[in-house]
């Protein structure tokens, strides 16, 4: 090949490489020329370092190992390169040099140096090799600490090797939180020493309604009659726990309480207020069966906690607190006399008192409570608590003028379960709302200038998403937009001009990983 092609297939690999990258970083340097990557390239790995070194090799393969003088490749720690999380990438025709300003964010340059490489890399890291990789100078950080997807793994048990797979995906695009939502109504999914029969009857329905839930009589509605359920042992979790953290990513457990627990119920009815006959839930909206507040009840939670405790290690804790109908708290004369016994004046500030509860049985062993916003009805809420707002930018204020901590989940821009085109007879069945690729790109988090906004979070609830594939296809591609509005200062490139051309690219890259993501066409790309 002359000097003129070989320039010209360098400057075309360059720019599609160089702006392709998902999520786009702070700042970029094109130079020229490539560097040669082959079998004998060789690797060095700071000791910090060491799960950027592993991620590398997972998606290069065996690397030969050398000194940091003669590597071809270098990966090491230096707080000078940038704030916390934040890395250089720096490759010549000689050297490719990553250094992180800690081992997280050596970590996040890997994920964005494998997007340098062509997209068939990602199912086949022996196409890597012999491939040029374009010379740039990329610096680098994130904009939020908090980068999340919550997945909801009760309404519709996922297995495992999808959870580990989701996973993966998280880490390709620099998110840093998974949050399961274990336990709701119609399934409960983690062991718990001392009470089987969670898993054995609670993890299990008998059928699931068909369609949307929307019929107010018993008699209106129809049932699949086929059992559905599944649950994840302790070592799977903990296998979950160990793949997550290697991957820099926190596993955050969710236990709702005391509403969203007629799982619970069903293996387990002194737990609830002996008024309805309990089962594990069929239906889906909101369930008015929930926990009694008897000692026996509390021992209950505080003993579910210690096991999430001991299997999750991370700071925080979910303990839910949304969607809870205070019917039966009414209607139970033992609720009741509670409620005089402690000098409250409502069924909100028995929730509230409740919630306290759990929050001083966290704080005693080192944790934090999380909870959706309706855990500030019930007035001030626990010291250390972070609030998820959920239900529009009114939630998001309230909960920034309150003494929390706040991780943004607004339903109008963040819920991947909605809609995904306003043609909903030819998408999968979703439970409604509507929030296309557009409207993720163009949603900006909660200025992080607030030191009390800890970052965003995605959401996919599972009431009508059964099976992996499903969810992949809810997920992506606005999953990559969210990690875009997560990661980046908010840029002047438009939806149209600046992020789409990249995702097409990046697209290939999902394409070669089996993703099962919604194709951009004409309903998606112009948000109708």
Known sequence: MNGTLRGEKENMMRNQATESLVPAPVSVQAGPGVFRLSEESTLYVDDAAGPAGRALRRALGELPSAGPQRADLRIVIDEAAGPPHGYTLRVTPTLIDVVGADPAGAFYAVQTLRQLLPPETFGDRSAGFAAGIPCVLI?????????????????????????????????????????????????WRIEIPGYPLLTEIG????????????????????????????????????????????????????????????????????????????????????????????????????????????????????????????????????????????????????????????????AEHGRRLVGWDEILDAGEPPAGTVVMPWRGEAAMARALGSDVDVVETVAHALYFNYNQSRDVHHEPLAIGGYVPLSTVYDHHPASAEDARVMGAQAQLWTEYIGTPALAEYMLFPRLCAFAESSWRQRRAGSYDVDFLPRLRTHLERLDAMGVRYRSLDEANTAGS
Request: glycine share 6%.
């Open 203 to 362: 993890a299990w329905r008998p059928e699931t309604v068909i369609g949307h839930d929307a019929a107010l009589e018993e008699w209106d509605l129809r049932f699949d009659g086929r059992a559905h359920g599944g649950f994840y042992t302790t070592e799977d979790l903990s296998e979950i726990v160990a793949y997550a953290t290697e991957r820099y990513v926190t596993v955050l457990p969710e236990v709702d309480m005391p509403g969203h627990m007629q799982a619970a119920i069903a293996a387990y009815p002194r737990l609830g207020n002996q008024i309805q006959v309990p089962e594990v839930r069929k239906r889906w909206n909101v369930s008015k069966q929930i926990l009694n507040l008897e000692d026996d009840t509390l021992r209950f939670c505080f003993d579910v906690l210690t096991e999430v405790i001991d299997v999750f290690p991370g700071q925080y804790v979910h303990c839910g607190g949304d969607e809870v109908p205070k019917d039966e708290w009414r209607a139970s004369a033992a609720v009741q006399r509670r409620l005089r016994e402690l000098g409250l004046h409502d069924e909100e500030a028995l929730q509230g008192w409740f919630t306290h509860r759990i929050a001083a049985f966290l």
């Open 139 to 187: 610096s680098d950080c994130p904009r939020l600490p908090w980068r999340g997807l919550m997945l909801d793994v009760a309404r519709h048990f996922l297995p495992k090797e999808f959870v580990l797979r989701v996973i993966d995906l998280l880490a390709m695009h620099k998110l840093d939180v998974l949050h399961l939502h274990l336990t709701d109504d119609q399934g």
